[in-house]
């Protein structure tokens, strides 16, 4: 089955059009990026999340995601 990822959410709007769309996961950007937010500014869009989102900057390691430019925590 496939699963569908948002990233580089950054906006409080942002967290809102996932919340409409119900993505399986959504991400967060921490590199160098004109999308990178803050691991607090993360923390604080993730408690507007529906709890039907799984977010990915949360887990145990650190893993480049596609570009090196978002960052996933798994």
């Given at each position: 089955?496939?699963?569908i ?13 996932a919340n ?5 996961y ?18 604080q869009?993730?408690?507007?999340l529906?709890?039907k ?22």
């Amino acid at each position: 089955m496939t699963k569908i990822k948002l990233c580089g959410l950054r906006r409080e709007c942002d967290i809102m059009y996932a919340n409409e769309l119900l993505p399986d996961y959504i991400g967060f950007v921490f590199a160098e990026s004109k999308r990178k937010v803050t691991k607090e500014n993360a923390a604080q869009l993730s408690l507007e999340l529906s709890n039907k989102i799984k977010t990915v900057w949360n887990k145990v390691k650190w893993y480049f995601h596609i570009n090196s430019h978002s960052f996933l925590m798994y």
